[in-house]
């Protein structure tokens, strides 16, 4: 049975409010990069080298912020890299309890097949495209929508009420323009 709306708005509010309480704000994007960086040091153990006053790298990304993301990227087990990993699990197993991953209409908005009929392998390249398009933003804008929407607005950080009116700003355009037709 489908979560509420409004409960799991409330839920979600919860689980971040408790993660800035803990922990530190939620933010995911970065951690994109930190798995590059992981995989970059296994073909080139160059990449990531470990000094006196902590790590750094040939790349300059990676050694930026005083080689934060090199260290990370070295040694992944931690918060931000773990908490990753526990989404994708989270929202692997919320599927399998909700009876798997199909495509029927239990599992896609009657707006999909109003607007590109029953074609599941066409939806998850559009969920894929889309992915990786707000990704790619995320990074040139430093953050993604977890970090400076989700926890930005949370914590009233004016560049998260920038990056939220932008986001909408693009996306209403882009989703009336993709779903002309209603279902």
């Known amino acids: 049975m489908p979560l509420n709306w409004k409960k799991g708005g409330v839920l979600l509010g919860v689980v971040f409010f408790v993660a800035v309480l803990l922990v530190k704000p939620i933010g995911v994007?970065?951690?994109?990069v930190i798995l590059d960086g992981m995989i970059g040091d296994m073909i080139n153990s160059d990449l990531i080298t470990k000094t006196a006053d902590g790590f750094t790298s040939t790349n300059a990304y990676m050694a930026k912020s005083g080689g934060k993301y090199a260290e990370n990227a070295a040694n992944p087990l931690n918060y931000s890299f773990v908490f990753v990993i526990a989404m994708m699990l989270g929202a692997g197993l919320?599927?399998?309890l909700r009876?798997?991953?199909?495509?029927?209409?239990?599992?896609?908005?009657?707006?999909w097949y109003a607007n590109y009929g029953d074609t599941p392998v066409k939806r998850a390249l559009m969920a894929f495209l889309g992915g990786f398009i707000v990704l790619y933003g995320a990074r040139l804008a430093g953050g993604c929508?977890?970090?400076?929407?989700?926890?930005?607005?949370?914590?009233?950080?004016l560049s998260g009420y920038i990056f939220t009116a932008g986001a909408f700003a693009?996306?209403?355009?882009?989703?009336?323009?993709?779903?002309?037709?209603?279902a």
């Open 170 to 182: 693009a996306a209403i355009p882009v989703a009336m323009m993709m779903y002309k037709k209603e």
């Open 145 to 157: 929508t977890s970090g400076h929407m989700m926890s930005g607005l949370m914590q009233t950080s």
């Open 99 to 111: 009876g798997g991953v199909g495509a029927d209409e239990r599992r896609l908005p009657a707006i």
């Open 94 to 96: 919320s599927a399998m």
């Open 29 to 32: 994007s970065t951690q994109f």
